[in-house]
């Protein structure tokens, strides 16, 4: 069955500290999807990246970035030159057609605490 | 462009009362619905979903029931509310399973 482990309950650094969010997944689909969502304190989920199984392409935005790796099925999330603003909740997720017909099966979340 | 309304943002009601949240979106059709609830410092847990109107999936048998009287408003019901129902109840929607889902800003409920 589909498991989304997310090892890391909560994280502290200082502003300005380059910090990685852990996503270990398990499936036995071959085709899947893996997601990253941000939650700030007001609460709402904000989509940060979707990523499918057949594109293993490290991503890049600003000072966000996504290693996906299938050999050690991880898909994780590093945040570069941390800011204050970067603090909230952060959910790994996978979806795949035979384990979960799609549906989204989500990590339990990272709480990030960014010090100024 | 896409949006999702939900309301009411918050909600304090008794134990044993009816409970009736609403979620919209707009910009849309025929998109595939979701409620989410998360109890607090809690992960995500998927409670209903649709993919068309009056199609409601229940992922797990609890107080709730949900309803999808048109294609794009999605309803979260309850007749007795319980000291558990309480939590962030989360919409979103996607444009069919599998794809990314967009959240609303929630509602926070509280049982007394």
């Known amino acids: 069955a589909q498991k989304v482990t997310q090892a890391q309950t909560e994280i502290s650094v200082v502003e300005k500290e380059d910090v990685t969010l852990d996503c270990v997944y398990e499936?036995?689909?071959?085709?899947?999807?893996l997601f990253w969502y941000k939650q700030p304190p007001s609460g709402e989920l904000v989509f940060l990246i979707r990523?499918?199984?057949?594109d293993e392409q490290n991503e890049i935005s600003g000072r966000y970035s996504w290693n996906f790796q299938k050999s050690t099925s991880s898909f994780n999330f590093t945040i570069t030159a941390s800011q204050v603003v970067d603090s909230a909740v952060y959910f790994c997720?996978?979806?795949?057609?035979?384990?979960?017909?799609?549906?989204?099966?989500w990590g339990a979340g990272t709480k990030l605490i960014i010090k100024p | 462009s896409q949006t999702i309304h939900q309301w009411p943002a918050t909600l304090v009601q008794p134990v044993g009362s009816p409970l009736s949240l609403e979620c919209t979106v707009e910009?849309?059709?025929?998109?595939?619905l979701y409620w989410y609830r998360q109890a607090a410092g809690r992960g995500l847990q998927l409670l209903f979903y649709?993919?068309?109107?009056?199609?409601i999936s229940s992922e797990v048998p609890q107080n709730l029931s949900a309803s999808r009287p048109q294609d794009r408003q999605f309803i979260l019901s309850s007749k007795k509310l319980l000291l558990s129902d309480s939590g962030f109840y989360l919409c979103?929607?996607?444009?069919?399973?599998?794809?990314?889902?967009?959240f609303g800003p929630g509602t926070r409920l509280t049982v007394l």
């Open positions: 649709s993919v068309g109107i009056g199609q």
């Open positions: 997720a996978l979806s795949g057609p035979m384990d979960s017909n799609y549906q989204l099966i």
């Open positions: 499936t036995r689909d071959t085709t899947y999807y």
């Open positions: 910009g849309t059709s025929n998109p595939n």
């Open positions: 990523r499918n199984s057949f």
């Open positions: 979103a929607w996607s444009v069919r399973a599998g794809d990314t889902q967009y």
